[in-house]
Nanobody, 127 residues
Framework: QVQLVESGGGSVQAGGSLRLSCVVS????????MGWFRQAPGREREGVAA????????YYADSVKGRFTVSHDMAKNTVDLQMNSLRSEDTAMYYC????????????????????WGQGTQVTVSS
């Protein structure tokens, strides 16, 4: 079965960097979507970035463009999120998610369009 395990969260001061990693296992397709989402206390979960594994398609939320970079490490089969110039408003629980099946209308930033989720990793940015 598909399993996603995040790591790399922690506490950092504003302006600092963190790198999140999501180990992906159990996916038999070589083309699928991976997304990074975050949820701050009292707020809805929001899409941060998405990448299509096996193709050159990447999306970012406007709030993180130019600061965050999503990538796929084929050798390790991880999807990483490099976060630079972190701000206090980036504080949240971060989740990776997978969308395995294709077809139909979907949106990379909509969490209900993803079928598998990791357990999350906490990112805290202090100002």
């Amino acid at each position: 079965q598909v399993q996603l395990v995040e790591s790399g969260g922690g506490s950092v001061q504003a302006g600092g960097s963190l790198r999140l990693s999501c180990v992906v296992s159990g996916v038999t397709s070589n083309k699928y979507w991976m997304g990074w989402f975050r949820q701050a206390p009292g707020r809805e979960r929001e899409g941060v970035a998405a990448i299509r594994i096996g193709a050159n398609s990447i999306y970012y939320a406007d709030s993180v463009k130019g600061r965050f970079t999503v990538s796929h490490d084929m050798a390790k089969n991880t999807v990483d999120l490099q976060m630079n110039s972190l701000r206090s408003e980036d504080t949240a629980m971060y989740y990776c998610a997978a969308r395995i099946q294709f077809g139909g209308t979907w949106y990379w930033y909509r969490d209900s369009d993803y079928t598998h989720w990791g357990q999350g990793t906490q990112v805290t940015v202090s100002s």
